[in-house]
């Protein structure tokens, strides 16, 4: 039987179309729009793709777009006035830096000068300390995303062993705290981790969070399991000169055994930005109240 696919972009689509609904309540609320600052140094492709993509769906949103466009030489100062100007400026109401940032960047400094209660990314230190703590904060957007999914599929994870692999602050950490709040028997796996096939085949639900195109093979997953890709590599396509995307799991293989898998793309990828949208709305009700 092969399995369900999971849907993040019409999940994503609606999530952007609900926060969009109550955009104007904000607006009635605070005679202003919601206001995203997305700040992006340098010229890393990727990047210039997701923040374009980030402008695009905050202004359709009915949101506020400021956009700033530093050089790649910008030094550590420059960066930190901006994001002090950010924080004083009552129109911005969300805050987010665009990571990487270039070498000569200290990026961890950068996000403790993030104001927690514009950090709609979650990265700065008191937000992942509120999210390990239960406390109301600022939950990173992509481990966010993830979880929406899974409750929507599977309702209650309460019991459920789950594994994730990768251990970054951006996804596998915070996903590890996400899944814990829901009562999952969390294991998180990485590169060092031994006999990981056997590790990841107890899992009702897999998060694959490595960074390695195709990794997880069909025989590390348990017959039925939910597996959520949050992978995006860029590798050489079928014709010459072309590339395509592949996840951390081989699709084609996990569809077999999975009960439900994410695809790359239109699986994870779609919610990062709608759960942005949606952390900048909450952002701006509290920081308006
Ligand atoms: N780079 C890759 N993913 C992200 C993200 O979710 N937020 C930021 N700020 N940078 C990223």
Known sequence: MTADIIDGKAFAANLRAKVAAMVPAFR?????APGLAVVLVGEDPASQVYVRNKHKTTVEAGMESFEHRLPADTTQDALTALVEQLNADPAVDGILVQLPLPKQIDESAVLAT???????????VVNVGRLSTGMHGYV???????????????GDLSGKDAVVIGRSNIVGKPMAQLLLA?????TVAHSRTAHLPEVVRRADIVVAAVGRPEMVKA???KP????IDVGINRVPGAEPGKTKLVGDVDFAEAVEVAGAITPVPGGVGPMTIAVLLRNTLVAAHRLAD
């Open 114 to 124: 993030i104001d927690p209660d514009k950090d709609v990314d979650g990265f700065h």
């Open 140 to 154: 990173p957007c992509t481990p966010l995303g993830c979880v929406m999914l899974l409750k929507d599929r599977l």
């Open 219 to 221: 025989d590390w997953i």
């Open 182 to 186: 829901e009562n999952c028997t969390v």
């Open 224 to 227: 039925g399991a939910t597996v």
């Open 28 to 32: 009635e609320k605070a005679g202003r």
